[in-house]
């Protein structure tokens, strides 16, 4: 466990590092100021928006139920967070390449509320597949159960994502530029 904590934290400075060395120039996600500048005053297509991210997230969510049913399973959650580690390690680095210090407020508005919500749907992947008695009674209806559960939280996360985050975000870059 201590190894694997250790891995990930190496993981995320791994990213922090080669989004350093991508630099200024092609380190633009957010477009230059200009684009910025006309996000936060955008009407936004959220009905789009929702298409969009439910079809992406789902994709993800249902790539992990996948991998979580195979033998593979036991790997899935290291690499699941591995993965995190590095991608936010580079997230960050370019929110702060591009906005400066305010770039670590960015990076984690960003990912305020609806990643609470899908942190939760994936931490009770995990659990489920620590345990698997499919042939019990009671355990079936309790795995039922948890899918359901599971599946409102993703959505719950979804709608965050389209109309909480994605306002508070325009919001908060109106305010920086």
Not at 5 to 12: A, D, E, S, V, Y
Not at 107 to 125: K, R, T
């Amino acid at each position: 466990m201590r190894r694997k904590n250790c891995l990930c934290i190496l993981l995320f400075l791994i990213g922090i590092g080669i989004a350093s060395l991508i630099g200024n120039g092609d380190a633009e996600i957010f477009g230059n100021e200009y684009h910025v500048q006309n996000f936060g005053v955008a009407e936004l297509d959220k009905m789009g928006l929702l298409c969009e991210v439910l079809w992406n997230r789902g994709k993800l969510f249902l790539m992990l139920m996948v991998f979580l049913a195979t033998p593979v399973r036991k790997w899935v959650p290291f690499c699941t967070a591995a993965s995190i580690s590095f991608m936010a390690g580079v997230y960050i680095k370019i929110c702060m390449i591009q906005f400066g210090l305010k770039g670590i407020l960015i990076f984690f508005i960003s990912l305020l509320p609806h990643g609470i919500f899908y942190g939760m749907v994936v931490a009770l992947l995990f659990l489920m597949s620590k345990n698997r008695n499919y042939y019990r009674k009671g355990e079936l209806l309790s795995r039922i159960l948890v899918i359901i559960i599971m599946l409102t939280l993703f959505f719950v996360g979804t709608l965050l994502e389209v109309w909480t985050s994605s306002s508070v975000l325009q919001k908060l870059f109106l305010s920086v530029f």
